[in-house]
């Protein structure tokens, strides 16, 4: 298994600012990924952050909303840009290691704009 | 596209009940089933894991079945307590891709 470490935990933002989500791994792990749960509603992913280079996103997530970023292979920030009361969900940072696939979560990061 | 579904998506039992949640996937060319737990406001905790070759997990009250032929897995919760109260998720891990499709999930309560 792995520790999962983000910062912030929660934040309430004013519509138009950004807002930087940190996400620190105790080991090297193969992917990170980065989710999104909007209210009352399951688990969507974003993008797969990709040691240096473009993250990967998927359909209906684009880089200029969602930049990401991931230096080496236990730390990745997800930013959500120009933000609008849509944006307010939990983003959730995520690890796997080569072999089982097993997936693990951080606590997430409960963000709220205004 | 891969959808998951899970029924019912809300169960409410008195404590020390057996119960099962079910999960159904509508394409089994699945690498894996993944269950997690999640209480409110928080992250997911993975409970068990089942590899598309495996037909069953266990961990402690908790037994997870794969019969990817139909579609379908179960989670089996063995002498509920209130602390099992949350909301379980269910995701397929398609083959071929690292994206993981989730269940919208079903919150269970357990009262003492």
């Known amino acids: 298994s792995a520790v999962i470490s983000q910062k912030p935990s929660r934040d309430i933002c004013q519509r138009g600012t950004s807002l930087t989500i940190q996400c620190q791994v105790d080991?090297?792990?193969?992917?990170m990924f980065w989710y999104r749960q909007q209210p009352g509603q399951s688990l969507t992913l974003i993008a797969t952050?990709?040691?240096?280079?473009?993250?990967?996103?998927e359909s209906g997530f684009v880089i200029d909303k969602f930049p990401i970023s991931r230096p080496n292979l236990t730390f990745s920030t997800l930013t959500v840009s120009n933000m609008s009361p849509e944006d307010s969900s939990i983003y959730l940072c995520?690890?796997?290691?080569?072999?089982?696939?097993?997936?693990?979560f951080g606590e997430g990061s409960r963000l709220t704009v205004l | 596209k891969q959808e998951v579904t899970q029924i019912p998506a809300a169960l409410s039992v008195p404590e020390g009940e057996n119960l099962v949640l079910n999960c159904s996937f509508t394409?089994?060319?699945?690498?894996?089933l993944q269950w997690f737990r999640q209480d409110p406001g928080k992250g997911l905790t993975s409970l068990l894991l089942?590899?598309?070759?495996?037909r069953e997990q266990t961990s402690g009250r908790l037994n997870a079945s794969l019969d990817k032929s139909s579609g379908r897995s179960t989670l089996y919760i063995a002498a509920s307590q209130p602390g099992d109260s949350a909301t379980y998720l269910c995701?397929?891990?398609?083959?071929?891709?690292?994206?993981?499709?989730f269940g919208k999930g079903t919150k269970l309560t357990v009262n003492p």
């Open positions: 995520s690890v796997s290691f080569v072999g089982t696939g097993e997936l693990f």
């Open positions: 080991s090297q792990v193969t992917m």
């Open positions: 952050a990709n040691q240096g280079s473009e993250a990967t996103y």
């Open positions: 394409d089994s060319a699945i690498y894996n």
């Open positions: 089942i590899q598309s070759s495996q």
């Open positions: 995701a397929v891990h398609q083959g071929g891709s690292e994206k993981l499709v």
